[in-house]
């Protein structure tokens, strides 16, 4: 069964400074990384993937993520961080040999702070 | 490119009475989904449709939950009768076709249940 953990209910930074939003997955096979965003009262907007290829993809918004294998992790990040960008983000695995199910994780708020 | 379209935005039942939830894809999208999300958690999986037929429904509590997506296009989602634990946003979402898994889905902006 694949799983998705998102440690983090909330993170907290100032605005103008980096931030990062952790997440740790459990997949029998290789897997598919997503990242997605929710702004209130809204659905989930895609903001990256990771595939294949180089471990640092980069995504909408200035938005980047780095793919570890080896601690089964794929935070996401930003150089700096803007009000804008307070949101419910959500991380989501797909396991490449079990079919096209996408499984999120529980959720991390961001606040940014003027 | 429109999005994925759905309705009703909002619905307040009572316990016991049924609802329905209607999902229109983005036009050529094969495969849909419909999550459950409920307030403070992630989106749950419900079922998955490729075109007409039904992939995974393992997560449906198909005692009270049914769709549908008789012509591969637009999707019903059905609950009756409705629980309290029901209250949640119901999410619809689509993914292109010949992705082979590496797609992402294109999420309508939910149903709102509320069940008193």
């Known amino acids: 069964a694949q799983s998705v953990a998102q440690p983090e209910d909330q993170v907290n930074v100032a605005e103008g400074n980096p931030l990062t939003v952790k997440c740790t997955y459990s997949v029998s096979g290789n897997p598919y990384l997503f990242w997605y965003v929710q702004y209130p009262n809204r659905g989930l907007q895609f903001l990256l993937k990771y595939i294949t290829g180089d471990n640092l993809v980069k995504g909408s918004y200035g938005f980047e993520a780095e793919f570890n294998k080896s601690q089964t992790s794929f935070h996401l990040k930003k150089p700096s961080a803007l009000v804008s960008d307070s949101a419910l983000y959500f991380c989501?695995?797909?396991?490449?040999?079990?079919?096209?199910?996408?499984?999120f994780g529980g959720g991390t708020r961001l606040m940014v702070k003027p | 490119e429109a999005g994925v379209a759905q309705s009703p935005r909002y619905k307040i039942i009572e316990k016991r009475q049924s609802v329905a939830f209607w999902c229109n894809p983005i036009s050529g999208h094969a495969t849909l989904y419909w999550y459950q999300q409920i307030l403070g958690q992630g989106p749950k999986l419900l079922i998955q449709?490729?075109?007409?037929?039904?992939?995974?429904d393992s997560q449906l509590p198909k005692d009270r939950f049914s769709a549908e997506r008789l012509k591969g296009v637009d999707s019903t989602l059905k609950i009756q009768p409705a629980k309290l634990e029901d209250s949640a946003v119901y999410l619809c979402?689509?993914?292109?076709?010949?992705?082979?898994?590496?797609?992402?889905?294109?999420f309508g902006e939910g149903s709102r249940l509320t069940v008193l």
């Open positions: 989501a695995v797909r396991d490449v040999d079990a079919g096209n199910m996408l499984t």
């Open positions: 449709f490729q075109n007409n037929g039904v992939v995974d």
């Open positions: 979402a689509s993914m292109g076709p010949g992705q082979g898994g590496t797609g992402e889905l294109f």
